[in-house]
């Protein structure tokens, strides 16, 4: 479990480091709600790191084909801050033992409110947190 742990506060603190504590919470149950769904992995790092990867070496991700966009923005995925890495540490750990209510409602995906993925359905959205807007039914 301290593996999934890792997993989860990387993606967390790299896709909500700056989001209240809701936002953040939110992430890590967008990624839980993945888990149990039967279209995506059925554990947290594979949820986290599933992307399109090279073919010659598959251990890159392809850009911009990633489903967390932190893992394929070319960008380090080593978290620079130490202490808020170590609150994200402290928010997935609450989402994967704690008895927590989802605040996203079921949702399996989310966007900044900076970009219009051609995914996102007005209809399917079911909730704004911040600067994430959480979508289920994709």
């Given at each position: 479990?301290?593996?999934?742990?890792?997993?989860?506060?990387?993606?967390?603190?790299?896709?909500?480091?700056?989001?209240?504590?809701e936002?953040?919470?939110?992430v890590?149950?967008?990624?839980?709600n993945r888990?149990e769904?039967?279209?995506y992995?059925?554990?947290?790092?594979?949820?986290?790191?599933?992307?399109?990867?090279?073919?010659l070496?598959?251990?890159?991700?392809?850009?911009?084909?990633?489903?967390?966009?932190f893992?394929?923005?070319?960008?380090?995925?080593?978290?620079?801050?130490?202490?808020?890495?170590?609150?994200?540490?402290?928010?997935?750990?609450?989402?994967?033992?704690?008895?927590l209510?989802?605040?996203?409602?079921g949702?399996?995906?989310?966007?900044?409110?900076?970009?219009?993925?051609?995914?996102?359905?007005?209809?399917?959205?079911?909730?704004?947190?911040?600067?994430?807007?959480?979508?289920?039914?994709?």
């Amino acid at each position: 479990m301290f593996y999934s742990m890792m997993c989860m506060a990387v993606a967390i603190y790299f896709e909500a480091r700056g989001e209240p504590l809701e936002g953040q919470i939110a992430v890590g149950q967008v990624i839980m709600n993945r888990v149990e769904d039967p279209r995506y992995p059925d554990d947290v790092c594979s949820v986290v790191y599933e992307a399109d990867h090279y073919s010659l070496n598959p251990r890159i991700p392809i850009r911009n084909r990633c489903q967390f966009s932190f893992y394929c923005d070319g960008k380090s995925d080593n978290p620079g801050q130490q202490t808020k890495f170590e609150e994200c540490v402290l928010v997935a750990k609450a989402v994967l033992y704690g008895n927590l209510k989802d605040v996203t409602y079921g949702a399996t995906h989310y966007h900044s409110t900076k970009v219009q993925p051609n995914w996102a359905e007005e209809d399917k959205q079911v909730r704004r947190i911040a600067k994430h807007i959480f979508y289920k039914g994709i």
